[in-house]
């Protein structure tokens, strides 16, 4: 079972990067937790 706590979120802009080669999760980590918490 999937379990989101230990999970590895990814975060990317795909209206610049839509090859997805540039994971934004470390510089924005707060914005990571946000989505998460949408998404959860």
């Known amino acids: 079972m999937w379990d989101s706590s230990k ?5 990317y802009d795909l209206t610049k990067d839509f090859s997805q080669m540039h ?3 470390k510089e924005q980590p ?5 989505l998460k918490k949408l998404f959860l």
């Open 7 to 11: 999970a590895v979120w990814e975060l």
């Open 30 to 34: 707060t914005k990571v937790e946000e």
């Open 23 to 25: 994971d934004l999760a």
